[in-house]
């Protein structure tokens, strides 16, 4: 089917393009007082992420209600240890729980390599569903976490500010570490496959945790295995976001991806020069900006594109939204994007 938007993909593949594309990370979720009414009918957020129907409904609903240039499909990184054997439960507001994790040999032998099409069928359900019912208006985001990201939520068992535990293992298991390290990869790898056979036109890999390591940690325990991914995906453009990895934009220069998101801490045009010109740029405004008033947002999303360029570039956060930032203000930034036609 051939899209009638299809400005994402041009952007990434470094094509012309008339304007910037936009979209938002967590565009589908609890700014939306309509994802809040479906959510309200359900027991608990696994339930919305595992029902391919209700996920295709809210992944739709920024594409509806907010005019942005791609739909991002609903779901969650950690459904990737689930796969594996590790269940995760998400708490209202404390966010996921690992009743197991991962502490040595023998719990490592407790898990798998996930199968993702039984694992993870409908994840691959909702692509489906979500591909008919947009009917090429606009391409569809597929993604997964990043290994280390992935191994920190195993290891730790929550979220943390410090995932002490997890880099304690990094330091006194590192044979251990790699192990896990390569099972979450190759799980990671089958599941994204998976997803472009199902119908998603990029992917993108979020290492939400980067930032925790040190440099010469993350060139051991993160970048490799995201070279993994990024070499056996073909299919499509890849987008690799890392959170707090500042120290690793030229390493990112140098993987197989095509696009390389940035948090609000990065510079736009150093960033430009650390990963060379064949790479385009996703990013990166504070999600606190919106916050602000509407003349303030337009002022900071000018400025924000100014600094970019208008091509090889995908406009976006340099995270995802928060809860309570009004939809009028996500539109106002969007409307703003848009209007540079």
């Keep these: ?59 739709i609903q920024p594409v509806d209600l907010l005019g942005v240039d791609a739909a ?3 779901s969650d990184i950690l459904v990737i240890p689930e796969a594996m054997g590790l269940p995760y439960e998400m708490i209202e507001k404390r966010g996921p729980i690992f009743p197991q994790t991962i502490q ?47 191994f920190a ?11 002490s535990k997890a880099k304690k293992m990094l330091y006194r298991q590192p044979e251990l570490s790699h192990q896990l390290l390569q099972m979450i ?30 440099p010469a940690q993350y060139k051991t325990f993160a970048l490799p295995y995201i070279a993994q991914i990024c070499d056996a995906i073909s299919e499509v453009p ?26 609000w801490n990065m510079e736009p045009q150093t ?15 504070d999600p606190c900006a919106l916050y602000a008033d509407f003349d303030v947002i337009r002022q900071e999303t000018r400025q924000m594109v100014a600094a970019f360029g208008t091509q090889r570039y995908i406009a976006n956060l340099g995270h995802g939204l928060y809860p309570d930032i009004h ?8 409307d703003t994007i848009k209007s540079m036609a």
């Design 1 to 59: 089917m051939t899209l009638q938007n299809d400005l994402l993909l041009r952007a990434a593949r470094g094509e012309y393009v008339e304007r910037p594309p936009v979209w938002l990370m967590r565009q589908a979720g609890r700014i939306l007082p309509e994802y809040r009414a479906v959510r309200e009918r359900l027991k608990d957020f696994i339930e919305l992420v595992t029902t391919p129907e209700l996920a295709a409904e809210v992944t």
């Design 72 to 74: 991002i499909i609903f």
């Design 104 to 150: 040595s040999e023998a719990d490592l032998k407790k898990i798998r390599v996930a199968d993702a099409p039984s694992d993870l069928g409908y994840v691959a359900e909702a692509i489906r569903i979500t591909k008919r019912e947009l009917n090429g208006r606009v391409p569809l985001i597929g993604f997964a976490g990043a290994p280390f990201t992935i």
């Design 153 to 163: 939520y195993m290891v730790e068992g929550s979220g943390s500010k410090t995932f």
């Design 185 to 214: 990869t190759e799980s990671t790898i089958g599941y994204l496959q998976m997803q472009i056979a199902a119908g998603a036109d990029l992917v993108q890999i979020f290492d939400s945790w980067a930032g925790i390591l040190s």
């Design 238 to 263: 890849k987008t690799v976001f890392a959170k707090g990895a500042f120290f690793a934009l030229e390493d990112f220069g140098q993987l197989n991806c095509q696009v390389i998101g940035l948090d």
């Design 271 to 285: 960033a430009r020069r650390q990963t060379g010109s064949q790479k385009t740029l996703q990013g990166n405004l």
């Design 327 to 334: 939809p009028d203000h996500v539109r106002c930034f969007i």
